[in-house]
Nanobody, 122 residues
Framework: QVQLAESGGGLVQARGSLKLSCAAK??????????MGWYRQAPGSQRELVAT???????NYADSVKGRFTISRDNAKNTVSLQMNSLQPEDTDVYYC??????????????WGQGTQVTVSS
C-alpha cells in the first residue's frame, strides 16, 4: 500500500510562485512507482489533470499550465514536485498528488494524496 504526503500549498499573490512536493511511502508489497502526477479539483467538479511524469522523466501538461508549471521527480527519494510559476487566480484549487504503483503479483493501483489548497489572490 502507498501513503502520499503533500506539502507546499498556500496563499500567494498573482504572478508569484509555489512549489508542491509529494513524498510516496510504499509498503514492502510495492515493487515500483510508475507514472506520478498532479491533479486539481474544484467543488462539485471532476478532478482535472495538471501534469504527469513517467518513471523515465517524460512529462505531460494540461494546456492551461504549459510554459508555467514544471513537474519533476526523484526516483531515489520517491518524490514528485510541481514548480508553479506565473500563478493566476484561475489556478486556485485543491491539488492532489497521484501515483501509479505496481504491487507484488503485478497488481497495479492508483493512489491519491489528501489534497493541498492553493490560493492565488489578485
Amino acid at each position: 500500500q502507498v501513503q502520499l504526503a503533500e506539502s507546499g500549498g498556500g496563499l500567494v499573490q498573482a504572478r508569484g510562485s509555489l512549489k508542491l512536493s509529494c513524498a510516496a511511502k510504499g509498503s514492502e508489497t510495492v515493487l515500483r512507482f510508475n507514472d506520478m502526477g498532479w491533479y486539481r479539483q474544484a467543488p462539485g467538479s471532476q478532478r482535472e489533470l495538471v501534469a504527469t511524469i513517467t518513471e523515465n522523466g517524460i512529462a505531460n501538461y494540461a494546456d492551461s499550465v504549459k510554459g508555467r508549471f514544471t513537474i519533476s521527480r526523484d526516483n531515489a527519494k520517491n518524490t514528485v514536485s510541481l514548480q508553479m510559476n506565473s500563478l493566476q487566480p484561475e489556478d486556485t484549487d485543491v491539488y492532489y498528488c497521484n501515483v501509479d504503483a505496481t504491487l507484488l503479483g503485478n497488481s497495479r493501483y492508483y493512489y491519491w494524496g489528501q489534497g493541498t489548497q492553493v490560493t492565488v489572490s489578485s
